[in-house]
């Protein structure tokens, strides 16, 4: 049996149809053209515009430089501190001791009397005749201050004596020179009585006094 010829009128709707098929755009024509895969780089993550990797060293720099500001600040203080105690110790005169008596050396002794000075310190009554025993050591002075000590380094009680010709409030007023004199508790009349005066003198001199 004979194939049968194909039909002469179905060429031109072949023809017709590839025609148009060619006529489609291009991306149409391919299959599997429209679903290709939009590779995309990694991008690293962004807090406010800034990257993480970039955010983070600038705090962990940040971390550093606020430790470095406080230790560096904690021992300026310490130090600050340390200068402003002994200003304040040097300033405020001598300390004191378990009786409450203020702690006077040779050292300190210029400072103590400044300090007496300066704060027109009025010495309550007492038993202890300040005049009798300058007279007893042969100081014709009189007396301006007088204070209870814990006199060098054995802290024993003694009398410190801030003596002179001049009154106190002339004296805070111009300053100058005045005495002083630091003796034990028993000076008085016995000393003058045949009494050791070496004994009962443990100090005595000029001080330089500044002005109000």
Not at 99 to 104: D, F, H, I, R, W
Not at 105 to 111: F, I, P, Q, R, V
Not at 127 to 145: E, K, M, N, P, Y
Request: glycine fraction near 10%; proline fraction near 7%; include cysteine.
């Amino acid at each position: 049996m004979t194939p049968e010829a194909p039909d002469d009128t179905e060429r031109p709707a072949t023809n017709s149809a590839l025609r148009r098929l060619r006529e489609l755009p291009a991306q149409w024509r391919r299959p599997g053209a429209s679903r290709r895969r939009v590779t995309r780089r990694p991008q690293s993550v962004a807090v406010l515009g800034i990257p993480v990797p970039l955010l983070l060293g600038a705090l962990v720099v940040a971390a550093l430089l606020g430790l470095l500001l406080s230790v560096t600040l904690e021992a300026s203080t310490g130090n600050r501190s340390y200068s402003v105690s002994s200003s304040v110790e040097q300033a405020s005169g001598a300390g004191k001791n378990s009786s409450g008596l203020p702690v006077v050396t040779e050292a300190s002794l210029g400072t103590e009397v400044q300090r007496l000075i300066d704060s027109g310190m009025i010495q309550p009554p007492t038993s202890f005749d300040a005049t009798a025993c300058l007279r007893a050591l042969g100081v014709q002075d009189s007396v301006l201050i007088m204070e209870e000590v814990a006199w060098s380094a054995d802290e024993s009680r003694a009398w410190l004596l801030v003596h002179g010709p001049t009154d106190r409030e002339t004296l805070r007023a111009n300053g100058g020179t005045v005495s002083a004199t630091v003796v034990r508790p028993g000076c008085g009349p016995a000393t003058a009585d045949g009494g050791d005066q070496g004994d009962s003198r443990l100090w005595s001199g000029d001080v330089m006094i500044g002005s109000l």
